[in-house]
């Protein structure tokens, strides 16, 4: 998938959808019940100049080129369409439990009251969509008005999608990387492959369209972008920051992880980074850190289902360093503290839980590792910001346990002594806190 060339970058600028972007946004995947809108094939005297692309950004990438590969577009309002669709899919039981999530991202302080995330997942970011490859349809997309005319973000999102369709015809995009994600460190928490695989894939497609870019309209090609897109393009697409830092992950970091890669061996240290890919997140951000292989330093938490009779488990799911800052930097709006929050993680868990019968009322329940005793203490520091900037008032109950409430939660922090973590548990309501804290004699 590529966004828009200039709402990436402005993202730039400045695993909860964390949990639930994945499942229900979907990037590339391709729901068999709401299966993807047949395309609209290019013109023919077009065909030409779309291999043309395709044979230079195989030359630039390395990759040969995948012949089963069917091309086309589709417009912006029939791909917003496609993804409305699949909420329609959801059952009771699942339209419950995303209504609980908009209430667990509530409860991170990282979405409002009005936001809606069937809007943002249905609307809002099938908006900055400028193109995708499906892999299970072997389909190259380009969003846009099947008109025959390519401009210059038209071309370098072609190069993007053809790697895709390169990395797939090699890999098996369908395929690739499941003996990572189905293995026991993914599973206790020690690796973040459900996000760093992705990040892999959609780096090494844009640092291959920017050099595509370069070598087919200059230097200056991003300039040469901005001159064909209308000012107020991008006026109405309204996505909160967190969700929009998150989901331009994979545009911003991830490139210059591979980059780094390139930097040091070329396209060959990219291809050997499928075999032996980015564990965390934290590699992705420190390539010192991808080069010793440092992996997350302690298994999951404690799970609360069996003090939470009536509850169910909503999502459970590695917390890494990239979520750690893209949580500071929405509630305090401090890059650089933001950066220092997240510096040292070692290891980190979110886990969701939602009461049965009322969705309004959830329980987050986040688990936090440091490498030093000094990372700790910087992320606490910050942490009292944060809780601040949504008007917590905080009250101490003993030496490393706090408790707070603010409006429409109440919660604690304590230093889990076993597991040498950070453990912070919210919830929309004092009886349900009770709940989540039953096994702390602390805040009896």
């Given at each position: 998938?590529?966004?828009?060339?200039?709402?990436?970058?402005?993202?730039?600028?400045?695993?909860?959808?964390?949990?639930?972007?994945?499942?229900?946004?979907?990037?590339?995947?391709?729901?068999?019940?709401?299966?993807?809108?047949?395309?609209?094939?290019?013109?023919?005297?077009?065909?030409?100049?779309?291999?043309?692309?395709?044979?230079?950004?195989?030359?630039?990438?390395?990759?040969?080129?995948?012949?089963?590969?069917?091309?086309?577009?589709?417009?912006?309002?029939?791909?917003?369409?496609?993804?409305?669709?699949?909420?329609?899919?959801?059952?009771?039981?699942?339209?419950?439990?995303?209504?609980?999530?908009?209430?667990?991202?509530?409860?991170?302080?990282?979405?409002?009251?009005?936001?809606?995330?069937?809007?943002?997942?249905?609307?809002?970011?099938?908006?900055?969509?400028?193109?995708?490859?499906?892999?299970?349809?072997?389909?190259?997309?380009?969003?846009?008005?099947?008109?025959?005319?390519?401009?210059?973000?038209?071309?370098?999102?072609?190069?993007?999608?053809?790697?895709?369709?390169?990395?797939?015809?090699?890999?098996?995009?369908?395929?690739?990387?499941?003996?990572?994600?189905?293995?026991?460190?993914?599973?206790?928490?020690?690796?973040?492959?459900?996000?760093?695989?992705?990040?892999?894939?959609?780096?090494?497609?844009?640092?291959?369209?920017?050099?595509?870019?370069?070598?087919?309209?200059?230097?200056?090609?991003?300039?040469?972008?901005?001159?064909?897109?209308?000012?107020?393009?991008?006026?109405?697409?309204?996505?909160?920051?967190?969700?929009?830092?998150?989901?331009?992950?994979?545009?911003?970091?991830?490139?210059?992880?591979?980059?780094?890669?390139?930097?040091?061996?070329?396209?060959?240290?990219?291809?050997?980074?499928?075999?032996?890919?980015?564990d965390t997140t934290e590699q992705v951000m420190h390539a010192d850190k991808y080069q010793g292989r440092e992996l997350a330093n302690t298994g999951p938490p404690v799970d609360l289902t069996q003090d939470l009779e009536g509850w169910k488990?909503?999502?459970?799911?590695?917390?890494?360093?990239?979520?750690?800052?893209?949580?500071?930097?929405?509630?305090?709006?401090?890059?650089?503290?933001?950066?220092?929050?997240?510096?040292?993680?070692?290891?980190?868990?979110?886990?969701?839980?939602?009461?049965?019968?009322?969705?309004?009322?959830?329980?987050?329940?986040?688990?936090?590792?440091?490498?030093?005793?000094?990372?700790?203490?910087?992320?606490?520091?910050?942490?009292?910001?944060?809780?601040?900037?949504?008007?917590?008032?905080?009250?101490?109950?003993?030496?490393?346990?706090?408790?707070?409430?603010?409006?429409?939660?109440?919660?604690?922090?304590?230093?889990?002594d076993v597991l040498e973590r950070i453990e912070i548990r919210v919830a929309t309501d004092a009886d349900a806190l009770k709940l989540a804290t039953a096994d702390l004699a602390q805040f009896d």
């Open positions: 998938m590529r966004p828009a060339r200039n709402l990436a970058s402005l993202a730039a600028l400045p695993a909860c959808v964390l949990l639930a972007a994945g499942c229900i946004f979907g990037g590339d995947d391709n729901d068999d019940d709401v299966p993807f809108p047949s395309l609209t094939p290019f013109p023919a005297d077009l065909a030409t100049r779309l291999h043309e692309i395709r044979d230079r950004v195989s030359q630039i990438r390395g990759l040969p080129p995948y012949e089963n590969v069917e091309e086309g577009t589709v417009s912006q309002e029939t791909l917003e369409g496609h993804y409305s669709a699949s909420f329609d899919e959801l059952d009771e039981e699942e339209t419950a439990d995303l209504d609980a999530l908009e209430v667990v991202l509530r409860l991170l302080g990282v979405i409002e009251e009005g936001d809606d995330l069937q809007q943002i997942f249905g609307e809002e970011f099938a908006g900055i969509i400028a193109g995708l490859y499906v892999p299970e349809d072997d389909s190259l997309v380009l969003i846009s008005a099947a008109d025959g005319n390519l401009g210059v973000q038209d071309e370098i999102t072609l190069a993007h999608e053809y790697v895709h369709s390169f990395q797939d015809g090699v890999y098996d995009i369908e395929e690739y990387g499941k003996e990572f994600t189905d293995s026991d460190l993914e599973e206790d928490g020690f690796t973040q492959y459900t996000e760093t695989l992705d990040c892999l894939i959609e780096g090494d497609a844009s640092l291959a369209d920017e050099q595509y870019a370069v070598q087919a309209f200059g230097p200056d090609w991003l300039a040469q972008v901005a001159a064909e897109t209308p000012p107020d393009a991008f006026a109405d697409i309204d996505i909160p920051e967190f969700l929009s830092r998150a989901f331009s992950f994979n545009y911003n970091e991830c490139p210059e992880f591979v980059r780094a890669l390139y930097a040091e061996g070329g396209w060959d240290a990219v291809d050997a980074a499928y075999i032996d890919p980015p488990l909503l999502d459970s799911s590695q917390f890494g360093e990239f979520d750690v800052y893209n949580w500071a930097a929405t509630l305090i709006g401090d890059e650089e503290a933001a950066r220092i929050t997240g510096a040292g993680w070692g290891s980190g868990w979110v886990r969701a839980y939602r009461d049965e019968a009322d969705p309004s009322r959830a329980i987050v329940q986040l688990s936090l590792g440091w490498d030093t005793q000094n990372d700790l203490i910087e992320f606490l520091g910050i942490y009292d910001v944060m809780l601040t900037a949504m008007g917590a008032q905080v009250e101490p109950v003993s030496e490393g346990n706090a408790r707070w409430t603010a409006e429409g939660q109440t919660g604690v922090l304590f230093l889990d």
